[in-house]
């Protein structure tokens, strides 16, 4: 009876864990993120804010807008991604299924398939000192993982065969749709003096699943319960707000700061008790046995804070001694109101300082209503009522730093960029939905201008650093047993985490 109310709890408290996975609510400067959505931003490594020059200015800066030209940008980048998982025991050793295996060798690495993250974007000037614009941006993150129920490895006569896999009780799939429509506004209060602010409405659908122990005992497979977890949350509001000021003609200084509401909703529970059979092989013949099945709609509310963030940028540019904006029949039209710095400038340099207030995330909030009940092999047993998890996140600061350089005006443009944000989390608290370690990145892009169309190129490649507990982690599993707290003794985040990313974009900005 016990033995169940672990199961559900921990399925509970890991899926958010999971789910945050798939939430960087922000997708530029969050902490969450690696920092660039937008192809030519991800050319610059994300220092853009004081540049801002594409129709993505609706939701990276709309102060920017009312300084460009009409546009409409459709941009995407693919995105491939690779995450390794060593877990390790208290000794610092790797870490068998149970004493009837043998460690495995190596590092468990998650199943992420290449994932096209798109950006949509528009914007309009009404007049010389007004503009609007509308952007929907996802979260700069891949999509998907898919971390294996099995891993081959010995047992204790020394043959291969499948065990549980040793990140079975944090994750084992996750995936996401993740969408942020973004409505925006600008006004130049003088020429050299703009201020935008921003609607932002969050639309989030998640699913995902892990291992619960629900025995209480996460040293061992026995009576392992895997629970996917979905849920849909249609309005989660936000705003963005900046500053764009120049007090020279060579230099662009910017700010903005984002907020958004936390992310709510109830989410449904699927889930399968004596998932392995005796041997630590996946039981192909009982999973499915109502008996050991429980499928419960709007069985939780789940609740994650979204972190504040501010950014500010500092840019310098070289003009051009000939300006050949003359030359662009849509620039010229907004009468010297707008600006183009393939026309007009030689090169450009950005710095872009970010804060992320990710101390804001203690825990991820789960709270299962009164009375309910799971089904474990013909019997049932309630769950615990608060089955949150700690995430103990600290705060995130970043530096961008990245240019272009006009190479023929009006027609190739080349750009380079490199970034640095701090850890996120203490190692003791490293988990496998967010890579919260030390990020650093470089990258290159190009731009082609054909006529009216900007046709914009650009790769990236993500360092991420090594989260590393040596086994003392400090996550436990929820445990069915009330008089341990509803705590396993073991900790189920033990272990090293590694990780990189590599991507590439590909953009068309129509101007008019």
Same mark, same amino acid.
């Given at each position: 009876?016990?033995?169940?109310?672990?199961?559900?709890?921990?399925?509970?408290?890991?899926?958010?864990?999971?789910?945050?996975?798939?939430?960087?609510?922000?997708?530029?400067?969050?902490?969450?993120?690696t920092p660039a959505g937008g192809v030519v931003q991800m050319g610059r490594s994300g220092a853009w804010l004081a540049r801002a020059d594409d129709p993505l200015s609706a939701f990276v800066n709309p102060a920017a807008?009312?300084?460009? #030209?009409?546009?409409?940008?459709?941009?995407?980048? *693919?995105?491939?991604?690779?995450?390794?998982?060593?877990?390790?025991?208290?000794?610092?050793?790797?870490?068998?299924?149970?004493?009837?295996?043998?460690?495995?060798?190596? #590092?468990?690495?998650?199943?992420?398939?290449?994932?096209?993250?798109?950006q949509v974007g528009a914007t309009f000037r009404i007049g010389r000192t007004v503009a609007v614009g509308f952007a929907v941006v996802g979260p700069h993150k891949s999509g998907k993982a898919t971390w294996p129920a099995?891993?081959?490895?010995?047992?204790?006569?020394?043959?291969?065969?499948?065990?549980?896999?040793? %990140?079975?009780? $944090?994750?084992?799939?996750?995936?996401?749709?993740?969408?942020?429509?973004?409505? %925006?506004?600008?006004?130049? *209060?003088?020429?050299?003096?703009?201020?935008?602010?921003?609607?932002?409405?969050?639309?989030?659908?998640?699913?995902?699943?892990?291992?619960?122990?629900?025995?209480?005992? #996460?040293?061992?497979?026995?009576?392992?319960?895997?629970?996917?977890?979905?849920?849909?949350?249609?309005?989660?509001?936000?705003?963005?707000?900046?500053?764009?000021?120049?007090? %020279?003609?060579?230099?662009?200084?910017?700010?903005?700061?984002?907020?958004?509401?936390?992310?709510?909703?109830?989410?449904?529970?699927?889930?399968?008790?004596?998932?392995?059979?005796?041997?630590?092989?996946?039981?192909?013949?009982?999973?499915?046995?109502?008996?050991?099945?429980?499928?419960?709609?709007?069985?939780?509310?789940?609740?994650?804070?979204?972190?504040?963030?501010?950014?500010?940028?500092?840019?310098?540019?070289?003009?051009?001694?000939?300006? $050949?904006?003359?030359?662009?029949?849509?620039?010229?039209?907004?009468?010297?109101?707008?600006?183009?710095? $393939?026309?007009?400038?030689?090169?450009?340099?950005?710095?872009?300082?970010?804060?992320?207030?990710? %101390?804001?995330?203690?825990?991820?909030?789960?709270?299962?209503?009164? !009375?309910?009940?799971?089904?474990?092999? !013909?019997?049932?047993?309630?769950?615990?009522?608060?089955?949150?998890?700690?995430?103990?996140?600290?705060?995130?600061?970043?530096?961008?730093?990245?240019?272009?350089?006009?190479?023929?005006?009006?027609?190739?443009?080349?750009?380079?960029?490199?970034?640095?944000?701090?850890?996120?989390?203490?190692?003791?608290?490293?988990?496998?939905?967010?890579?919260?370690?030390?990020?650093?990145?470089?990258?290159? !892009?190009?731009t082609v201008r054909l006529a009216m169309l900007d046709v914009s190129l650009g790769y990236m490649h993500t360092f991420f650093g090594t989260l590393d507990n040596a086994g003392k982690g400090l996550v436990h599993g *929820?445990?069915?047993?009330?008089?341990?707290?509803?705590?396993?003794?073991?900790?189920?985040?033990?272990?090293?985490?590694?990780?990189?990313?590599?991507?590439?974009?590909?953009?068309?900005?129509?101007?008019?």
């Amino acid at each position: 009876m016990t033995l169940m109310r672990r199961a559900n709890p921990f399925l509970f408290g890991q899926f958010v864990g999971a789910l945050v996975s798939t939430f960087a609510v922000t997708a530029l400067a969050d902490g969450l993120d690696t920092p660039a959505g937008g192809v030519v931003q991800m050319g610059r490594s994300g220092a853009w804010l004081a540049r801002a020059d594409d129709p993505l200015s609706a939701f990276v800066n709309p102060a920017a807008m009312v300084r460009n #030209a009409n546009g409409v940008h459709l941009g995407t980048h *693919l995105m491939f991604r690779n995450q390794c998982f060593t877990r390790l025991g208290e000794d610092g050793q790797p870490l068998a299924a149970s004493s009837t295996f043998l460690p495995p060798t190596g #590092a468990l690495c998650a199943d992420l398939p290449p994932f096209p993250n798109p950006q949509v974007g528009a914007t309009f000037r009404i007049g010389r000192t007004v503009a609007v614009g509308f952007a929907v941006v996802g979260p700069h993150k891949s999509g998907k993982a898919t971390w294996p129920a099995t891993v081959d490895a010995p047992n204790k006569f020394g043959i291969t065969v499948p065990q549980p896999s040793g %990140s079975r009780y $944090m994750l084992l799939d996750d995936e996401a749709l993740l969408a942020y429509p973004t409505l %925006s506004a600008a006004v130049a *209060l003088r020429s050299n003096l703009s201020l935008g602010a921003g609607f932002v409405w969050g639309i989030a659908k998640y699913g995902f699943s892990n291992m619960a122990a629900v025995t209480g005992d #996460a040293s061992t497979f026995s009576n392992d319960m895997k629970a996917k977890i979905s849920g849909f949350d249609g309005f989660v509001p936000g705003f963005v707000v900046s500053a764009l000021y120049s007090p %020279s003609s060579r230099l662009d200084l910017a700010a903005t700061y984002r907020y958004s509401d936390a992310i709510r909703s109830k989410a449904d529970l699927y889930a399968q008790s004596n998932y392995y059979d005796s041997k630590g092989q996946v039981n192909t013949v009982g999973i499915e046995d109502p008996k050991n099945v429980t499928d419960l709609k709007g069985a939780a509310s789940f609740k994650f804070v979204i972190p504040m963030e501010a950014r500010v940028g500092v840019r310098y540019h070289q003009p051009r001694y000939q300006s $050949m904006s003359g030359g662009q029949a849509w620039l010229t039209k907004h009468a010297g109101a707008a600006r183009d710095g $393939m026309s007009e400038d030689l090169f450009d340099v950005e710095l872009d300082l970010t804060w992320s207030h990710t %101390s804001a995330v203690k825990n991820i909030e789960i709270r299962l209503a009164e !009375g309910t009940q799971l089904n474990v092999g !013909g019997t049932t047993a309630p769950a615990p009522v608060n089955a949150d998890v700690p995430r103990n996140w600290r705060d995130i600061m970043g530096v961008r730093l990245g240019g272009e350089y006009v190479v023929i005006p009006d027609l190739v443009a080349v750009r380079a960029g490199g970034f640095f944000e701090t850890q996120g989390v203490d190692d003791a608290f490293l988990s496998l939905d967010f890579q919260q370690a030390l990020k650093a990145g470089m990258s290159v !892009g190009a731009t082609v201008r054909l006529a009216m169309l900007d046709v914009s190129l650009g790769y990236m490649h993500t360092f991420f650093g090594t989260l590393d507990n040596a086994g003392k982690g400090l996550v436990h599993g *929820l445990s069915g047993v009330e008089s341990a707290g509803f705590r396993t003794p073991e900790v189920i985040n033990g272990g090293r985490l590694t990780g990189r990313l590599d991507e590439v974009a590909l953009g068309v900005t129509a101007h008019f």
